[in-house]
Nanobody, 116 residues
């Protein structure tokens, strides 16, 4: 099992920045893939970015060059640095973890609102 606790959401103006954090209940080196998803009102949950235990990253086109996913192994935490935020980035952001042969796990979500 993996418990994930997100934090860092909030209200920000267009062009601003936020950093989301996701603290995992186990050593992140034992987690094969960690990622961030988002779900806007009335829409399905979609992938934003992933990072593997080996450090490989992947981003959807909509956030490339603006968002950065990273980890801190000492804190068992994954981050999502979000810069140049747009109104269309408004969503609930969810942390996700995949542990091979065990399964996938979700955090509770954190609201990000981009508005002037």
């Amino acid at each position: 099992q993996v418990q994930l606790v997100e934090s860092g959401g909030g209200l920000v103006q267009p062009g601003g920045s936020l950093r989301l954090s996701c603290a995992a209940s186990r050593n992140i080196f034992s987690i094969n893939v960690m990622g961030w998803y988002r779900q806007a009102p009335g829409k399905e949950r979609k992938l934003v970015a992933t990072i593997t235990s080996g450090g490989s990253t992947n981003y959807v086109d909509a956030v490339k060059g603006r968002f950065t996913i990273s980890t801190d192994s000492a804190k068992n935490t994954v981050y999502l640095q979000m810069d140049s935020l747009k109104v269309e980035d408004t969503a609930v952001y969810y942390c996700h973890a995949i542990v091979n042969h065990i399964g996938g796990f979700w955090g509770q979500g954190t609201q990000v609102t981009v508005s002037s």
